[in-house]
């Protein structure tokens, strides 16, 4: 997720004053490096955010029109190299761009061939470089930006400028959001409202497929294949804060509801169904050393902990690799066993956690394998383990982790397809993983489609002060993750309890005032669960199940049943935690507590 900005006026603005106000609006969108460009001043990029650009950007950097970008780094470490606005060889075409192009490599070798010299790891630039190529037949901006546009596979949200036309500038928009903004002798374009607000109420939403033309007086739409569009512009009423979290109330339902987008974009370019395989190119640089690695140690913390722990079950089932999962802050004080046929994972959304971190350089100093599932590009775990893969799922920036742990879990699960491949997983049995896989965006969104059910069970419980959450096999985690949320977002007791443990202790708090969420879709562990909620009943606990849809007997021995789709045992998790984070959202809620940002709690923890 990186944050566009671009404006053309003829009101006498300075347009590096403009985008710069604007691109503050946007740094929760990305803050690795930041860049802008103006047709009459020229281009300044930097690493770091828009305090770091304010610094470079000189006095004199004026103009009437301009494009400027705040990068979240996927491809390409964030240098200044590979910071937006990226350039084709002459200088003369200017694009900032979020998202990813998915045929890169391909259109890379095809634009070498014809002398195109490429300065950044960034697949962004391929698609200046087709631009300019068009021009050269074209000999217009807007064709040659429509033929290139037409060439892309991936998604995109763009903004492109001409040097030689600065008063015009193409948008377009495929899976990556993009606002233009209407004003009075001046038009804006950007990724959210948020840096349009303080000029114009008046904006258009684009849709996935269609492109739009901006100058001071007018804007025009049209789709890919040159059809006009017409849409009549809407008038925003939210207030800036409200535009960054895309008029949700707070940042975590905002990354809740971004759950499908996150799960599809952590699969993008990596998932070859027909093969039943993973293609995983960050881990590619361990090559050889990987595949003679016989056991794998997880090390996180909190819910990325929880995540591994799913892993463990994924990878020991189906890829045949013995797996433990140690808690960070505990690995290296424990003289742990390991040697160079080990691989240590580091599963972390931030990079940064210095427990995890920690527990990586302790398995270096034993001669193992390092690798993360890293969010953040460029973090230091990302940069000191040997290889790893990216997540992919775009700035999280509410304390709460809820979109990373969806695609810790998705990397987890396209781990075990490429593992598991090495170590004799059927073709058939990786094919029936991927195809699962697939449909999970459209599962998650079903469940996000019913959140009032979850919000009016939350306000039905809010009285109560202790919760047990119980599952088992892949669910058991699960139980922990739900418990996690529920504890550091509402301040009361919440236990994650692995269900088969539930009569070595914990059974003994069970009353009629201690509610337990119980896991009990449908899988191998469906008959056992119900037996453990029946020894709940039996000592008057209130029982709220969440089920497989069509599974109506189960509401007759529960209080309250919510339900999810179903898919294969080892996903189960990706779906099943979705309910249990929008509970304690709404819970938190409900109690009037600071959602975003949990007494007592940092996002990066960066501390020991
Ligand atoms: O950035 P990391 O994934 O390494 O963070 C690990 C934990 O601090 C984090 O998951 C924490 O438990 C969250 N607050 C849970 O929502």
């Known amino acids: 997720m990186c944050g566009i900005f671009a404006y053309t006026g003829s009101k006498g603005k300075n347009a590096a004053t403009v985008l710069m106000d604007g691109l503050l609006s946007l740094e929760y969108r990305g803050y690795d490096s930041a860049g802008i460009f ?4 020229g281009n300044v990029k930097t690493p770091g955010a828009v305090t770091e650009l304010r610094k470079k950007v000189p006095k004199e950097f004026k ?29 003369q075409i200017m694009l900032v761009h979020n998202g990813i192009i998915e045929n ?20 962004t630039e391929i698609l200046v470089h087709l631009v300019e190529e068009h021009m050269k037949s074209e000999n217009d901006f807007e064709k040659a930006a429509l033929a290139a546009l037409n060439e892309v596979r991936g998604t995109y949200g763009i903004a492109m400028q001409y040097k030689h036309e600065p008063e015009r500038i193409i ?12 004003g009075d002798k001046e038009h804006f374009i950007a990724s959210d409202p948020s840096p349009i607000l303080p000029h114009t109420r008046t904006v258009v939403f684009l849709e996935d497929g269609e492109v739009a033309v901006i100058t001071p ?6 789709k890919l294949d040159s059809t006009g569009v017409h849409r009549s512009p809407e008038n925003i009423e939210w207030n800036a804060e409200e535009a960054q979290k895309g008029g949700y109330e707070h940042f975590m339902l905002k990354e809740i509801m971004e759950g499908p987008e996150v799960i599809e974009n952590t699969l993008r370019g990596r998932l070859v169904v027909d093969k039943g395989n993973a293609k995983l190119g960050g881990l590619e640089s361990a090559g050889a050393q990987l595949e003679n690695v016989d056991r794998i140690v997880v090390v ?85 383990t040997d290889a790893g893969v990216y997540n992919h799922a775009g700035p999280e920036i509410s304390v709460a982790s809820t979109k990373a742990f969806l695609s810790q879990m998705t990397v987890l699960a396209l781990l075990t397809m490429f593992l598991g491949r090495l170590r004799g997983m059927t073709q058939e049995e990786g094919q029936e993983i991927a195809r699962a896989l697939k449909e999970l965006p459209a599962k998650v969104q079903r469940i996000l489609d019913n959140r009032q059910k979850i ?7 809010i009285k109560n002060r202790d919760f047990l959450f ?3 096999k892949y669910n058991y985690p699960v139980a922990y993750e739900g418990a996690i949320k529920l504890k550091e977002l509402s301040y009361i007791h919440a236990e994650g309890c692995g269900a088969g443990e539930m009569k070595h202790g914990p059974i003994a708090m069970i009353d009629e005032n201690f509610p337990t969420i119980a896991i009990v879709t449908k899988d191998s562990m469906y008959e056992k669960m119900i037996s453990n909620i029946h020894e709940i009943k039996a000592r008057k606990g209130p029982v709220i199940a969440l089920a497989s849809e069509g599974d109506s007997d189960i509401a007759k021995l529960v209080d309250d049943c919510l339900y999810v789709p179903e898919t294969i045992e080892m996903l189960s998790p990706i779906l099943n935690v979705v309910p249990l984070q929008l509970f304690a959202y709404y819970f938190a809620k409900e109690k009037g507590l600071n959602v975003d940002r949990p007494r007592n709690l940092a996002k990066s923890v960066t501390v020991e």
Not at 104 to 123: N, P, Q
Not at 217 to 222: E, G, P, Q, Y
Not at 312 to 320: F, G, Q, R, T
């Open 104 to 123: 890169f490599k391909e259109l890379k070798a095809r634009l070498e061939k014809t002398g195109h010299i490429f300065v950044s790891d960034s697949d």
């Open 455 to 461: 919000e009016a069970l939350a306000k039905k419980y």
């Open 300 to 384: 996180a913390c909190g819910t990325a902990s929880y995540a591994g722990l799913v892993g463990e079950y994924m990878l020991e089932e189906h890829a045949k690799i013995p797996v433990e999962v140690e808690i960070g802050s505990e690995f290296r004080y424990k003289k742990p066993v390991i040697n160079e046929k080990t691989a240590v994972l580091a599963i972390s959304q931030s990079g940064e956690t210095l427990d995890t971190l920690e527990a990586v350089r302790e398995g270096k100093r034993r001669g193992a394998l390092t690798l993360g599932i890293v969010n953040a590009v460029g973090s230091t775990i990302a940069r000191e």
């Open 63 to 91: 103009g009437k029109s301009g494009i400027a970008h705040l990068r979240w780094a996927t491809h390409g470490e964030p240098t200044e190299a590979n910071a937006h606005p990226h350039s084709d060889c002459t200088g």
């Open 171 to 182: 948008a377009a928009r495929m899976g990556s959001p993009i606002v233009l903004g209407l």
């Open 38 to 41: 103006l047709p009459e001043s």
């Open 470 to 472: 119980i599952g088992r």
């Open 217 to 222: 007086d007018k804007h025009r739409i049209f």
